[in-house]
């Protein structure tokens, strides 16, 4: 026995998945939008911001030994 389902009625079906899906899962939706928003927003501040080389790890370092003496 084969069973098959139109394209229409996937669609429906998957649309109807996706609604409860969005309901039920609010939260952790929210929560993973928020945090890619966050993201991208770091991201361009970053972008933004810098307007200069990079700084060497070696040199972050040796400040970092001085303050902590």
């Not at 009625?9 to 609010?26: A, D, G, N, P, Q």
């Not at 929210?30 to 991201?43: C, F, K, R, T």
């Not at 970092?64 to 003496?69: F, G, P, Q, S, V």
Request: aromatic share 2%; hydrophobic share 45%.
């Amino acid at each position: 026995m084969e069973l098959s389902i139109s394209d229409e009625k996937t669609k429906e079906l998957l649309t109807e998945v996706m609604i409860e899906l969005l309901k039920s899962k609010r939260d952790l939706i929210y929560d993973i939008l928020l945090e890619a928003l966050e993201e991208v927003g770091m991201a361009n501040a970053i972008a933004e911001g810098r307007t200069n080389d990079f700084v060497s790890e070696d040199e972050v370092l040796s400040i970092l030994d001085r303050t902590a003496e």
